[in-house]
């Protein structure tokens, strides 16, 4: 029989993180169902091609994380300004949209400025109060222009929910708005705002982003590849790992899916499960690409137009050129879908279209390398069962003196350094006794 002070469900950056904080001060095992750490900040190798789960770029904000994080990585990483660009209406403008309309047809130009400035005269705050849906606070917020040509036709390809049922929690630190006199100087002064959260970021030199976990893994003792947690009964502490057997614990971390861990716990409340039933995300494929051929300069694009499947795509050498041999070139392509499956080989075709369509490739015959990665459970949904739900099930987790943390343990739209930082939190919350 096996027992473990803390036992934590996956070895993405949120469980490597909180096994760093523990390791040499408490014991703990990592279980990690895939034979490789990293969850979705992994890097998978193929042909002379290493691919991501989509671009997975690192935004530092706070100092200890961005130590941590830099201090892994050892010298094996560039920080880089920002080349995102929009294309709509057949062209290209930058990054962000509301900012940058510069690249837009007069009319449309003309029709985003005026819908703005018509917004921002009825005032009201930038971010929106929980209950406040996207259909309502992007009107409210950027005026009906920039709504009609690049806000609603994105976000419902991005999200593949109603958007008049999305709630808005999520859009502060994800959707920048700009000042009047940066919506005028973006469309007619031909002055670039760097706004929002990704105008600066790193990435690794070589390795991919996988380089970040693999890094970490390296300095854990209790990381265990290939055993998935089956079932949990939470009051009783102990879990059962497939094809392993049961693992006694005093506290656990879980990072996988909230709905994940609600339906493995044995021990969960009716009320719970019915809150956890209510919970929504979408799944993104993502096609990674091996291109012969130059590239264009740009970092990455959105695509609001309805002839493009997919809502982003990007040139992952661009980041690391060291992701592909020499001469060639990677692309990420992201299409998001309500859950379910993907017809990949019109998929294919669709973006290959779309990629030629826009200039970033010649011909589809520039590509020579493929790999399709699923994220099943990608954007978790907001709306209102989520606010609703989300109290509930935490309360009783706490009860139990169980953490549930990262991207999707606390079902939440959050990026890699916010895994980091909950990481280590949770831990810390242990090693504090709390
Ligand atoms: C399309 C997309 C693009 C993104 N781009 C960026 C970006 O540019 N920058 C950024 O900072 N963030 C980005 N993110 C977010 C980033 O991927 C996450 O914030 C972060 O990687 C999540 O780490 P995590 O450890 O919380 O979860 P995960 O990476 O999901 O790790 C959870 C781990 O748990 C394991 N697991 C699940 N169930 C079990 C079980 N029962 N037993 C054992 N193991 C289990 C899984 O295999 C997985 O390894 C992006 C996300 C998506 C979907």
Not at 67 to 91: E, T, W
Not at 163 to 189: H, N
Not at 308 to 336: H, Q
Request: with cysteine; net charge positive; glycine share 12%.
């Amino acid at each position: 029989m096996l027992k473990t002070d803390v036992l934590i469900i996956g070895g993405g950056l949120a469980g490597l993180s909180a096994g760093m904080a523990l390791e040499g001060r408490k014991d703990y095992l990592i279980a990690e169902r895939e034979n490789r750490p990293g969850g979705l900040a992994a890097t998978i190798k193929k042909g002379g091609y290493h691919f991501d789960y989509s671009g997975h770029l690192l935004h530092l904000r706070w100092p200890e994380t961005t130590r941590l994080i830099l201090g892994a990585l050892k010298g094996n990483v560039r920080r880089m300004k920002r080349d995102a660009r929009v294309y709509a209406h057949g062209r290209w403008t930058p990054y962000p949209f509301q900012a940058n309309l510069s690249g837009m047809p007069d009319g449309v130009r003309a029709e985003c400025v005026s819908g703005f400035l018509k917004a921002w005269r009825h005032g009201g705050p930038a971010a929106g109060d929980g209950g406040e849906v996207f259909t309502r606070w992007t009107r409210r917020v950027f005026g009906d222009g920039i709504s009609r040509h690049f806000m609603l036709p994105y976000n419902a390809k991005l999200w593949q929910y109603p958007l008049s049922r999305l709630t808005t929690e999520w859009c502060a630190p994800f959707v920048p708005v700009p000042k009047p006199e940066d919506v005028i100087a973006g469309a007619y002064g031909g002055k670039l705002a760097a706004l929002g959260y990704n105008a600066v970021f790193h990435y690794p030199r070589e390795g991919g982003i996988g380089a970040l976990p693999n890094a970490f893994a390296r300095r854990l003792r209790g990381l265990r590849l290939g055993l998935e947690v089956e079932s949990v009964n939470l009051k009783k502490r102990v879990a059962m790992v497939r094809h392993f057997g049961p693992v006694h614990f005093r506290r656990l971390i879980n990072t996988s899916p909230l709905p994940s861990l609600v339906a493995m716990a044995e021990d969960a409340p009716a009320q719970v499960r019915r809150a956890a039933a209510r919970l929504r995300h979408n799944a993104v494929y993502v096609l990674n690409l091996g291109v012969s051929g130059a590239a264009s300069p740009m970092h990455w694009g959105y695509f609001p137009g309805e002839e493009f499947p997919f809502y982003r795509a990007g040139i992952a050498t661009n980041f690391s050129p060291a992701l592909a041999p020499r001469g060639r070139a990677s692309f990420y392509i992201e299409t998001a879908v309500p859950g379910g499956a993907l017809d990949l080989a019109s998929a294919e075709a669709g973006i290959l279209r779309g990629l030629k369509a826009c200039g970033l490739i010649g011909s589809a015959s520039q590509a020579e390398e493929r790999l399709w990665l699923k994220i099943p459970c990608a954007y978790v949904v907001y709306n209102k069962e989520r606010t609703e739900a989300l109290p509930g099930i935490f309360s009783w987790l706490k009860a139990r003196g169980a953490f549930s943390i990262g991207r999707y343990g606390s079902w939440k739209y959050s990026f890699m350094e916010e895994s980091v930082r909950e990481g280590l939190g949770a831990a810390g919350d242990i090693l504090r006794g709390r």
